[in-house]
Nanobody, 123 residues
Framework: VQLQASGGGLVQAGGSLRLSCAAS????????MGWFRRAPGKEREFVAG????????SYADSVKGRFTISRDSSKNTVYLQMNSLNPEDTAVYHC?????????????????WGQGTQVTVSS
């Protein structure tokens, strides 16, 4: 599985961005997918995850109600819609695949990682 994240950029506080993660590989539709982020000087943290058919999602408390994860199996792509952004959301965002799970969305243990995309929120 190869993952390619895109969509990051510079946005003012209160603004929105949509990140995309294009996956290659024939088994994409069978995996749990997740978004993580790493802010400068901080540990990588789970942001959101989605099960194989989009029927189950999980969010970090810090983004709940502002971010939405979704997937389009026809395009082998996972999205992260980010609204009401604030400077604390500034980080490098990575997408990841958990090939050991189909329905259970966990917050660690992902197997494949894409390169990150920078999100910077100015105050």
């Amino acid at each position: 599985v190869q993952l390619q994240a895109s969509g990051g950029g510079l946005v003012q506080a209160g603004g929105s961005l949509r990140l995309s993660c294009a996956a290659s590989g024939r088994f994409f539709n069978g995996y749990v997918m997740g978004w993580f982020r790493r802010a400068p000087g901080k540990e990588r943290e789970f942001v959101a995850g989605i099960n194989w058919n989009g029927g189950s999602t999980s969010y970090a408390d810090s983004v709940k109600g502002r971010f939405t994860i979704s997937r389009d199996s026809s395009k082998n792509t996972v999205y992260l819609q980010m609204n009401s952004l604030n400077p604390e959301d500034t980080a490098v965002y990575h997408c990841a695949a958990d090939i050991n799970h189909r329905d259970y969305v966990r917050r660690d243990g992902y197997d494949y990682w894409g390169q990150g995309t920078q999100v910077t929120v100015s105050s």
